[in-house]
């Protein structure tokens, strides 16, 4: 079978990372055409990857592409991507998939009618540590899970006239942009969602229309509890990117940024007196390592290849359309609740089954 052939459209982080991943995929997939609305942006990134065709204009690469990575600003994903399926392209959206839930419909309608994939790029769930630690929470490895905290701490402070500060072309704020991420993972990991809150400030994020940093908390039907701490203000960071998984027997964490899936195993019997200065926690040289490798906080080679095996098979992607609308219509009604300093209703709203 012939390696697919990927057209970028949105050249703007393009780098040796990315020729990296590239290269470990020949044969699987190509890069045979780039786009950016900076030509020097689209030949460097045709150089990088070793493509056939570079251009300003997405419309011209039709001919040279089977699918897309769509990896502009937000507001042009719906455009993009519905000129891709209605050229019979496949398409793997960056997050999010689109700014409303309209546009979200139409790609998702468009994709089915042309019968051709639509992945959103949602890295995370393909991130080895991460996979491993649903495998564990799935198997009960420390019984069951009553908490996930997932923490991701930056500083990112774009150019003052970047789109990545407007809210219109954004969707949002850091929550709606980069959350998407964490709340899609906390949806997979613990289930159906209950009840929301998100609480957002731009205080030290002043760069930021909307909210630079954001806290939010999701009750689920089992019981458990999902919480999300993200800011792009960081100035120092113990976290990192991280994910903190309590279960009646210890907790799992996932260190992200370090590379390493712990299993912190509980006492046994009655744990000693105190908590102050961490008492009650298990000597972090004692925790059992699950597994290890270089830090990483996405995993694009894993994603891509599960685009390329879906689109070989017809098999349904694991972050398809329906499964993105629904992390987003939870974002959607927890921000919308915000302003209404309320509680959002978040029934009915889970990833599809």
């Given at each position: 079978m012939s390696a697919l052939r990927l057209g970028i459209i949105g050249c703007g982080i393009m780098g040796s990372n990315h020729q990296a991943?590239?290269?470990?995929?020949?044969?699987?997939?190509?890069?045979?055409?780039?786009?950016d609305i900076d030509i020097e942006k689209a030949n460097a990134?045709?150089?990088?990857?070793?493509?056939?065709?570079?251009?300003?204009?997405?419309?011209?690469?039709?001919?040279?592409?089977d699918a897309v990575l769509i990896a502009t600003p937000h507001d042009l994903h719906h455009e993009q991507g519905m000129a891709a399926f209605t050229h019979g392209k496949h398409v793997l959206m960056e997050k999010p998939m689109a700014?409303?839930?309209?546009?979200?419909?139409?790609?998702?309608?468009?994709?089915?009618?042309?019968?051709?994939?639509?992945?959103?790029?949602?890295?995370?769930?393909?991130?080895?540590?991460?996979?491993?630690?649903?495998?564990l929470l799935d198997k009960k490895y420390l019984g069951e899970v009553f908490h996930v905290g997932i923490f991701t701490e930056q500083l990112t402070q774009p150019p003052a006239d970047s789109w990545m500060v407007q809210a219109k072309r954004l969707g949002g704020g850091q929550f709606f942009?980069?959350?998407?991420?964490?709340?899609?993972?906390?949806?997979?990991?613990?289930?159906?969602?209950?009840?929301?809150?998100?609480?957002?400030?731009?205080?030290?994020?002043?760069?930021?229309e909307k909210e630079g940093t954001s806290d939010a908390i999701i009750k689920f039907a089992n019981g458990a509890l999902g919480h999300h701490f993200g800011t792009w203000g960081a100035r120092a960071t113990r976290h990192g990117y991280a994910?903190?998984?309590?279960?009646?027997?210890?907790?799992?964490?996932a260190d992200i940024t370090g590379g390493t899936l712990y299993a912190h195993h509980g006492?046994?019997?009655?744990?000693?007196?105190?908590?102050?200065?961490?008492?009650?926690?298990?000597?972090?040289?004692?925790?059992?390592?699950i597994l290890a490798m270089e830090g990483e906080s996405k995993y694009l080679q894993g994603e891509l290849e599960h685009f390329a095996h879906c689109i070989a098979t017809g098999e349904k992607?694991?972050?398809?359309?329906?499964?993105?609308?629904?992390?987003?219509?939870?974002?959607?009604?927890?921000?919308?609740?915000?302003?209404?300093?309320?509680?959002?209703?978040?029934?009915?709203?889970?990833?599809?089954?």
């Amino acid at each position: 079978m012939s390696a697919l052939r990927l057209g970028i459209i949105g050249c703007g982080i393009m780098g040796s990372n990315h020729q990296a991943v590239f290269d470990s995929l020949k044969g699987t997939i190509e890069v045979t055409a780039t786009v950016d609305i900076d030509i020097e942006k689209a030949n460097a990134a045709k150089e990088i990857l070793n493509a056939e065709f570079a251009t300003t204009d997405y419309r011209e690469i039709w001919p040279y592409v089977d699918a897309v990575l769509i990896a502009t600003p937000h507001d042009l994903h719906h455009e993009q991507g519905m000129a891709a399926f209605t050229h019979g392209k496949h398409v793997l959206m960056e997050k999010p998939m689109a700014i409303s839930e309209a546009e979200c419909i139409d790609l998702i309608n468009v994709s089915e009618r042309s019968q051709k994939t639509l992945m959103v790029a949602y890295p995370m769930r393909y991130q080895p540590l991460v996979v491993k630690l649903k495998e564990l929470l799935d198997k009960k490895y420390l019984g069951e899970v009553f908490h996930v905290g997932i923490f991701t701490e930056q500083l990112t402070q774009p150019p003052a006239d970047s789109w990545m500060v407007q809210a219109k072309r954004l969707g949002g704020g850091q929550f709606f942009s980069h959350g998407c991420h964490y709340i899609d993972l906390l949806l997979w990991f613990l289930g159906e969602p209950e009840v929301g809150v998100h609480l957002g400030t731009r205080n030290q994020t002043e760069w930021m229309e909307k909210e630079g940093t954001s806290d939010a908390i999701i009750k689920f039907a089992n019981g458990a509890l999902g919480h999300h701490f993200g800011t792009w203000g960081a100035r120092a960071t113990r976290h990192g990117y991280a994910i903190h998984a309590h279960c009646e027997r210890g907790m799992l964490e996932a260190d992200i940024t370090g590379g390493t899936l712990y299993a912190h195993h509980g006492f046994k019997g009655t744990p000693p007196a105190g908590g102050i200065g961490g008492t009650l926690s298990p000597d972090p040289k004692d925790a059992e390592v699950i597994l290890a490798m270089e830090g990483e906080s996405k995993y694009l080679q894993g994603e891509l290849e599960h685009f390329a095996h879906c689109i070989a098979t017809g098999e349904k992607p694991l972050t398809d359309g329906p499964g993105s609308l629904a992390g987003l219509r939870v974002i959607w009604a927890m921000t919308e609740n915000e302003e209404k300093n309320a509680f959002a209703d978040l029934r009915g709203m889970g990833l599809p089954q």
